[in-house]
Every structure is written in structure tokens, then in C-alpha cells.
């Protein structure tokens, strides 16, 4: 079956003359998208700085802290640099963000309010920050994105293995240079020692959108053509071109429209989701999100694409694309269950907090009303036999509270008086002077009447 005539035909000359170059529309476009996307990012990172700063001003003593910690991590990052230590620089870096969360406080200053979404972030963006993860960015999307080419077309490369760095020969996959670009872009900002996870919310909408523009702008040099189809919204290339796709007179599907269709709806639920003051304070969940729709979307439309299919009906680009939706999704529950974990923390941390500063003060009893019921308590004493001798009070024996109360447990008992015994012939200790001696073996001779002897005797 002939396709019908498509209803969208372009007639147009994809390439163009820009100050005595010939340029092709499309690279140009891609070209002006990135320029933008880099504006977009650092105006969204700027008011950002703008009001962290803000309301660090309505908290002086937080500000305080949190600048004296970024003096000192940055003096550990500055050692560990003129030293040539990367276990110092990755040391302060770590130091950098332990003591700047320290610093600003993980627990709310009101203490009847479990979770502070609007409390100041510790760590500000840097515009010189965005520069060198933006070149670490572009870096492992070039390099990871021609990956996936050779690894799609793998039958190929092996066969030209010096085509392999040959850029005129092939391209780059766009779901490899994202990844690649993400994991760059996120090496280089951990090394700087700048908030990831702030970077992560701050790169989402610039990524999403320049993602859909750039897919736009292949319909200026007729790239991303899908299969041929008789749908009325099809499309087609007319004139010479030269155009990217194979046959670009033929009705197809506009595969690249459709991608840029769903990258648009993933961008529309990121800005939605930026309301939320859960995913606010969450930023990388924002990031994981947007990014997964974006890579389910492309799952999607990669069924109308032209490619070959590599594992059953999937294609390369599809296995990656389908990897990414997983990991992002699987990124996005962790970071929910670990900010549930931290909210209960502060919920509990919170409550006891709260019962502490809700105890009543205790009331003041006046002592003429308390003394009547202290007398009735108290046990009665045989009055001193004189008005001026005090009430000899009972001892307490070791190990005990009160007099006559069992010892407490592990208490070694007291000392036993152990009568010592002399045997009936014994003569009394030497010391003795009480009553006469009776025994036989008495010092002196004696009558054994007991009676005292005469002076001849002693």
C-alpha cells in the first residue's frame, strides 16, 4: 500500500550563509538552544543565590555559622591544592559539606514545626562553578554519547576500527551523551566541592527544554524522519537538501515532533512539581523525575523511529533509554524513603522538644497549707528529754536508703563482730584488769576459794 500524499511538506533550503560560511539551519539552531539553556540555568541559579541570601538575612546567627564553616572548608580545599594532596582536597570537600549542613542546622528553630521547608540552604551557587561543570558536562556527553554510536553499529567499527575517532564518519547518540553528561557534570561538582543535589534542580528545566527544542530543531535539516505512514500528519522533504533522513519525500512519521511533544510534557510536570515544597527541598528528586519522563517518553516514540530492532522489538537506543526510566525511578524512591527517614527523625526530635517547653511551671503552695498535711505525714518522737538535746535520729546501715530498709542490690554486707574465744585454762589478755584471776593457771598460787591470799602468798 502507497502512503497518501503526506499533508505537511517542507520545501525549503536547509543550509545557509552566515557571515560567508555556509551553515546548516539545523546546527545553528542546536547552536542558539545551548546558548539559551546556559542562560536559563544561570539566571535559575542566580535567584536562587539571591534568595538563599535573603533569607540567610533573616537569620544572622545561621549566616554567621554557615559562613565561618565555609571559611575554614575552604581553607582545607586551599591546603590540600597547594600541598598537590588529593586526599586533603577530598577530605576538606567532604569537611566542606558536613560542617556547612552542621552549620545551618538540620532541625527546625521552631520547634513546634516538624519539617522547615523554607529554611536557607547552607551552600550558595557559584557562577564559576556552573562553567567548569558545564565543560565536564559537555566532555562525557561527547564521549559517552560517541560510545553508544560505536556500540549500536558495533558490526561496523569492528570491521573500520580507524573510524572509530573519525567524527565525519557516524555520530552520537543523544540517550549516551545524556547520561554521559549527567554523570560528568555531577563528577566535576562533587570535586568542586559545590551542593550537587542544588545543581541537580537548578540543570532540570534548562536540560528538559533544550532536550525538546533541540528535537525541533532537526526539522530544519530533516533528521529524525520515523517510519513511513498514511497518517494525516505526516510529513515529507521536498527541493535538494541536502536532508539528514533517507528518503525525505516519502510520508512519515515526525518522530522528532513526537519526541519533542512528550519532552514538553515532562517539562510542563517538572515546573508543577517545583510548587511542591517536598520536592523544593528535595531538588535532585525533581532532577530524577524530569529526566525519567523525558527518557520514558523517548521510550515511547523510539516504536516509530527507522532504527532495527536489537533485543526482540527494542532497539539500542531504547535499551538505554529504558535503563535510564529505571534507574531514575529507582533514584527517586530512594531519595523519598531517606527524607521520610530524616522527617521522622525531626518530627521526634520536634516532639520532644515541644513536651519539654509545654510543662507547666509548678505552682507555689503556700507553706501555711502544706505544713498541716507535713505533720500528719510525719512520724511521731518521744519529746528530748531536754528542751535544748536534739532527737537522735536512726542510722542507716551501708547500702541503705532509709533505716530499716533492705540494702540495695550489690551491696556488700557489713562486717560480723566475731566473739573470740579463749580456752578454760587460758590466762586473760594482758590488758585484763576485772575481777581476780580464778583459773589454776593463774599468775600467783591461789587457795581455789577464790579468796584473796595472804601476804606470804603473793
Do not use: C
Amino acid at each position: 500500500m502507497i502512503p497518501a500524499p503526506a499533508v505537511v511538506v517542507f520545501d525549503f533550503d536547509p543550509v545557509g550563509i552566515i557571515l560567508g560560511f555556509a551553515v546548516r539551519w539545523q546546527y545553528a539552531a542546536v547552536a542558539a538552544i545551548i546558548f539559551a539553556a546556559l542562560l536559563l540555568a544561570g539566571a535559575i541559579a542566580l535567584v536562587a543565590e539571591r534568595r538563599r541570601v535573603a533569607r540567610m538575612m533573616r537569620d544572622p546567627e545561621r549566616a554567621s555559622a554557615v559562613e565561618e564553616a565555609e571559611r575554614a572548608a575552604q581553607e582545607t580545599l586551599s591546603a590540600g591544592g597547594a600541598t598537590g594532596s588529593a586526599d586533603v582536597r577530598a577530605s576538606g570537600s567532604a569537611a566542606r559539606h558536613e560542617a556547612l549542613d552542621r552549620a545551618a542546622g538540620e532541625a527546625p528553630a521552631d520547634p513546634v514545626t516538624p519539617v522547615a521547608d523554607d529554611r536557607p540552604w547552607p551552600v550558595g551557587l557559584r557562577a564559576d562553578d556552573l562553567l567548569f561543570i558545564v565543560a565536564g558536562g559537555i566532555a562525557g556527553a561527547v564521549v559517552f554519547g560517541r560510545l553508544g554510536w560505536i556500540l549500536l553499529y558495533v558490526d561496523y567499527y569492528r570491521d573500520h576500527t580507524a573510524s572509530i575517532l573519525d567524527p565525519a564518519v557516524g555520530g552520537l547518540t543523544l540517550a549516551g551523551g545524556v547520561v554521559g553528561g549527567v554523570v560528568a557534570g555531577a563528577a566535576m561538582a562533587a570535586v568542586l566541592g559545590a551542593p550537587v543535589a542544588r545543581w541537580f534542580g537548578v540543570a532540570i528545566v534548562p536540560l528538559v527544554l533544550a532536550l525538546g527544542l533541540g528535537k525541533l530543531a532537526m526539522m530544519l535539516g530533516g533528521a529524525g524522519q520515523g517510519m513511513p505512514t498514511d497518517d494525516p500528519w505526516a510529513t515529507a522533504f521536498a527541493g535538494p537538501g541536502p536532508w539528514a533522513s533517507l528518503a525525505p519525500m516519502i510520508p512519515s512519521h515526525p518522530s522528532q515532533v513526537y519526541e519533542a511533544a512528550t519532552s514538553g510534557g515532562a517539562l510542563l510536570v517538572v515546573l508543577l512539581l517545583a510548587l511542591v515544597p517536598a520536592f523544593r527541598r528535595h531538588p535532585a528528586s525533581l532532577f530524577a523525575v524530569g529526566i525519567g519522563l523525558w527518557a520514558a517518553g523517548r521510550f515511547a516514540v523510539a516504536f516509530t523511529w527507522r532504527d532495527p530492532a536489537l533485543v526482540g522489538a527494542l532497539n539500542g537506543d531504547q535499551l538505554v533509554t529504558l535503563g535510564i526510566a529505571v534507574v531514575s525511578a529507582v533514584w527517586t524512591l530512594a531519595i523519598a524513603v531517606r527524607a521520610r527517614r530524616q522527617g521522622a527523625a525531626s518530627f521526634a526530635t520536634s516532639a520532644a522538644a515541644r513536651a519539654v517547653t509545654s510543662v507547666p511551671p509548678a505552682a507555689v503552695v503556700p507553706a501555711a497549707a502544706v505544713a498541716p498535711a507535713v505533720e500528719e505525714t510525719l512520724p511521731e518522737q518521744s519529746p528530748p528529754p531536754f528542751p535544748d538535746a536534739p532527737v537522735a535520729a536512726e542510722e542507716s546501715a551501708p547500702g541503705q536508703l532509709l533505716p530499716g530498709a533492705p540494702p540495695l542490690p550489690g551491696t556488700p554486707a557489713p562486717p560480723v563482730a566475731m566473739p573470740i574465744w579463749h580456752p578454760p585454762d587460758a590466762a586473760p589478755w594482758p590488758h585484763a584488769t576485772a575481777g581476780p584471776a580464778t583459773g589454776a593457771g593463774a599468775s600467783g598460787a591461789t587457795s581455789g576459794t577464790g579468796e584473796e591470799p595472804g601476804p606470804g602468798e603473793r
